[in-house]
């Protein structure tokens, strides 16, 4: 048995073998839910029905049910869609960019990201496609052969943003289901009941784990992280650049790329530390999700936090240098003193001040104080995109156009929903799928580090203990 | 004798000639055995893992796989099919001013071409993994040993002219296998060994 050289983060207890990580992984999977997660689950579910009556609503009496009106067009449905990407983005930060970045304590973490980012981005995508108005006739979006010969105009980032959409969430699917493959296959070999087997039986695909099997998934694994990495990073970006290139007094401004990347780490890693603290203590995977794993991600938090801080200091000394009266009224008037200086104010609150205690180790690895932090800075986040979307359309270039934006109650069935919706994907797959990488895990908690590459696709490149005469 | 033993595995979890199978379970020991077959000249070698480990593939003389090259190839058909679909629409079909822009402007191509290029090549990346590895839904399959997927690493040797069933038990026994079994393709029989009952 061996530890990860002086890596706290992936060091294991030395009691742990393959059977017991197995063990440890998949017995939830065989037990009947305790009564927490049925109330749990239940309230969830009732809250994603409320989702799609409002999205039922929606279909037969049209956006009016909404609070939008003029001049605030994109509310509720946008700032929420920006928000659930967010969350998203970070799940592929830590399954893809992390990997590519041979960060080995991601293995702790990285199934649980993953279905974060494919559960938030189902949530996601539904917004878009409601929010045309009629979802009916959306596959007008798409490219296909027509009598009028009308195209979608690929010079709008809107366009850009429905193949953003489309090529990022179907990765992430096949990205996570490829993942989940040899571990389906360790429950089909440990499943006892008949249902269960031949369930999972058919979901591993006849999975075997020979040697060339390996080789093949590893790399195929691998490609995946260098596919979805630009796509991540080039989906928020398009979704950024969507809103830059409107010419309306706070969206305009070149920044806007790698200020929405970086706010989305920021916001979807909080909500990562949100899922994994209940998570490793109800499932009791202390040992493999350590106080080291949070604390990382809090690091990475934090940096995203200073990142998105030096950007709100950016725009306002952008608004006042730029000598523009529109920019300078959003930004040094509006925001701060205007009708919602509240929304302003609690994002700062949220993003800028509260995260500065994870300067503090102690505060790191305090695991109430990160889930208090991680909650304020989803808070946080949600407002940030609330001001950016709908504070800048409330005070644009005219006056007389100025207009105050408040949520309809549909609205809040469908910001509630929302989370309701991404919280029952959630909790079932807790259920019926590992929540920990089973092999990956094994592989680096069982084997002795090595000095060269840093992941299994590399071991053909001559790192070997052994090495052969063949 | 183990449940697994009276049930047959799927055919195709297994060597499709008569084989000797030897189990372990430490990945060190493993490794060690994987080397001394092909030092020994043995052909036909099958390995499975339960999990990745690392240094396998140079010992089994298995070559870095070709995915990551078709992935590529796939990608940069559709960079092309992506762009000149926008070309196409955007300049010859159905020609707009659009921000006073040209019709061709490339720089505005490059999201579209670069998404849809990526997305057929993770499609791509998809099926060639299924079928490199033959992947194809089974709820009927049945491993050729129950905790192969879980914590027990195999070799298997094909029975041959130069290597019988009883000189394979023999070998795999010297190199500590836990477990031995011999399959003729009719019958599955598992040997005792020193290393097992000590394991157990």
């Not at chain 1, 360790?186 to 979901?203: C, E, H, S």
Request: proline share 6%; aromatic share 14%; with cysteine.
């Amino acid at each position: 048995m061996s530890t990860i050289g002086n890596d706290p983060a992936t060091a294991a207890a030395p009691e742990l073998t393959a059977a017991k990580i197995t063990d440890d992984i998949i017995a939830p999977l065989f037990k009947f839910p305790p009564l927490a997660w049925w109330g749990a689950f239940l309230t969830a579910a009732g809250l994603t029905g409320a989702l799609f009556l409002a999205f039922a609503l929606h279909c037969v009496e049209g956006i009016g049910i909404f609070g939008i009106n003029s001049p605030v067009g994109w509310g509720n449905y946008i700032v929420t869609y920006v928000f659930w990407i967010g969350i998203a983005v970070a799940g592929t930060l830590v399954s893809s960019i992390l990997f590519l970045f041979r960060q080995r304590w991601r293995n702790a973490i990285n199934r649980s990201t993953e279905a974060m980012t494919v559960f938030a981005i189902s949530v996601a995508g539904l917004f878009p496609a409601l929010h045309t108005g009629r979802p009916w006739v959306d596959y007008w979006l798409m490219p296909y052969p027509n009598d009028l010969e009308l195209w979608p105009q690929f010079k709008s980032p809107i366009i850009w943003d429905v193949f953003a959409i489309t090529g990022y969430a179907t990765t992430s699917v096949i990205f996570f289901y490829l993942g989940l493959i040899p571990d389906l296959a360790t429950i089909r070999d440990r499943a006892k009941n008949p249902i269960q087997k031949m369930v999972y039986g058919a979901l591993a695909m006849g999975w075997k784990g020979t040697a060339s099997d390996w080789r093949h998934y590893e790399r195929a694994y691998a490609q995946f992280a260098w596919i979805a990495t630009p796509l991540v990073l080039g989906m928020h970006s398009t979704i950024a650049t969507l809103l830059a290139v409107g010419d309306v007094p706070g969206w305009h401004a070149t920044i806007f790329p790698p200020y929405f990347v970086s706010g989305a780490i920021f916001g979807g890693l909080a909500m990562a530390l949100v899922l994994l603290v209940p998570l490793r203590s109800a499932f009791k995977f202390e040992q493999y999700i350590t106080i080291d794993h949070l604390e990382r991600l809090a690091k990475i938090m934090l940096t995203c936090g200073l990142i998105v801080t030096y950007v709100y200091i950016c725009e306002f000394f952008t608004a006042w240098y730029s000598e523009s009266p529109y920019e300078r009224g959003q930004f040094l008037w509006y925001r701060p003193f205007g009708a919602h200086a509240w929304a302003w104010m609690t994002m700062i609150t949220c993003n800028v001040i509260i995260p500065q205690f994870l300067w503090i180790r102690s505060v790191r690895r305090n695991i109430a104080a990160l889930v208090v932090i991680a909650l304020a800075v989803n808070v946080g986040m949600w407002f940030e995109r609330f001001v950016i979307g709908c504070l800048s359309l409330e005070a644009d270039h005219l006056p007389a156009n100025w207009g105050y934006y408040s949520f309809s109650s549909w609205d809040w069935f469908i910001l509630a929903g929302s989370f309701g919706m991404f919280f029952t994907m959630f909790l079932g797959f807790i259920r019926v799928g590992p929540m920990i990488s089973i092999a990956e895990i094994k592989s680096i908690l069982l084997q002795p580090q090595r000095t060269h590459a840093s992941h299994p696709s590399d071991s053909n490149r001559g790192v070997t203990e052994i090495h052969p005469d063949a | 004798m183990p449940d697994h033993v009276n049930a047959p595995p799927s055919p195709s979890a297994t060597p499709e000639v008569p084989y000797v199978a030897g189990y372990w379970r430490n990945a060190q020991a493993f490794k060690i055995a994987a080397t001394s077959a092909r030092e020994a000249g043995h052909t036909g070698i099958q390995a499975y893992l339960p999990y990745p480990v690392h240094g396998i593939e140079p010992i089994l003389g298995l070559e870095r796989s070709w995915i990551g090259r078709g992935v590529f190839a796939v990608s940069v058909v559709f960079f092309i099919v992506a762009y000149h679909m926008q070309y196409f629409q955007q300049v010859e079909s159905f020609p707009m001013v659009y921000g006073g822009k040209p019709f061709h402007t490339w720089q505005l191509f490059v999201v579209v071409t670069l998404e849809t290029g990526l997305l057929i090549g993770a499609l791509a990346n998809l099926l060639l993994a299924f079928h490199t590895c033959r992947l194809i839904p089974n709820p009927a399959f049945k491993p050729m040993h129950p905790r192969l997927s879980d914590d027990t690493f195999a070799l298997a040797l094909p029975i041959s002219a130069r290597a019988s069933s009883e000189q394979l038990v023999a070998w795999f026994r010297g190199l500590g296998a836990e477990e031995v079994e011999v399959n003729d393709l009719v019958l599955t029989q598992r040997v005792d060994t020193a290393a097992g009952a000590a394991h157990a």
